[in-house]
């Protein structure tokens, strides 16, 4: 006897298989459940896509808001057959599901080879000394846009 949420971790885990058998992505799949219904779902796409963000949970996040004709996953649960990467875990922070469950660990993942923990490693470290330079350039002139933001009447706050 399967659990709901035993289905639903199978059908991301089905995606992932999927994918990576028809030359889609990285062996990486997600589901979103709202209510009971499946409301957006993906495979990884990175390299069939040339897009390094198109990781399962951003794939089936896009696909998610696009159906439910909203940017936030409210009352959605997020069943994704890895442990979430930083960029992933940063989308699912902005869409606000209201869980997620895991299937592999970052731990699996960087046992074949998909390594994340550098990124982690990264956050501590000062701007300066990452390994992709970050210098700030023009602060004043783009701080003029974020005051015009500031006083905007008609804008939709997320
Ligand atoms: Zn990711």
Redesign the pocket.
């Known amino acids: 006897m399967h659990s709901d949420h035993q289905k639903f971790m199978q059908m991301a885990i089905d995606l992932s298989r999927d994918g990576m058998r028809s030359g889609v992505g990285g062996p ?1 799949g997600c589901v979103i459940v709202k209510d009971g219904k499946v409301v957006g779902k993906g495979s ?1 796409a990175v390299s069939s896509s040339n897009d390094p ?1 198109a ?4 794939v089936a996040i896009r696909d998610a808001c696009n159906n439910l004709g909203h940017f936030q996953l409210d009352g959605c649960i997020l069943y994704t057959s ?1 442990e ?6 940063g ?1 699912i922070y902005w869409a606000r599901p209201a869980k997620v469950y895991y299937a592999n660990t970052k731990i699996d993942a960087a046992r074949i080879d998909f390594d ?1 923990q550098f990124i982690y490693q990264e956050l501590e470290l000062p701007l300066e000394q990452r390994k992709i330079p970050f210098e700030q350039l023009m602060n004043a002139e783009a701080w003029e846009v974020f005051e015009e933001w500031k006083s905007k009447s008609d804008k939709t706050l997320y």
């Open positions: 990486f990884n963000t990781h399962a949970e951003v890895c979430p990467c930083p960029m992933c875990l989308a994340d």
